[in-house]
């Protein structure tokens, strides 16, 4: 199922949004939608990172800064 939601852009964005089309052959609606579900993607990924990261952290599950440099730089001579 779809919803149908209303945003307001850029009137440089709606031309090069129109461009888009045009090129693509699809609508401005599956444009927007495809964008939106990259964007939401990429950020969800990131917030859940760094929740797990906390979550780490509380557990006590760290490692110190000089013990990641050390395995880095002894990865970049190899």
């Known amino acids: 199922?779809?919803?149908?939601?209303?945003?307001?852009?850029?009137?440089?964005?709606k031309d090069r949004l129109e461009r888009l089309c045009e090129f693509t052959?699809?609508?401005?609606?599956?444009?927007?939608?495809?964008?939106l579900e990259e964007y939401?993607?990429?950020?969800?990924w990131m917030l859940d990172a760094?929740?797990?990261?906390i979550e780490d952290r509380q557990k006590?599950?760290?490692v110190k800064h000089e013990v990641i440099f050390a395995e880095w730089e002894g990865k970049?001579?190899?």
């Open 1 to 13: 199922m779809s919803q149908v939601v209303t945003i307001r852009i850029s009137d440089e964005s």
């Open 76 to 78: 970049a001579g190899a």
């Open 40 to 44: 939401l993607a990429g950020k969800l």
């Open 60 to 62: 006590g599950n760290l």
């Open 25 to 35: 052959r699809r609508s401005k609606s599956f444009i927007a939608g495809e964008a």
């Open 50 to 53: 760094l929740e797990e990261g």
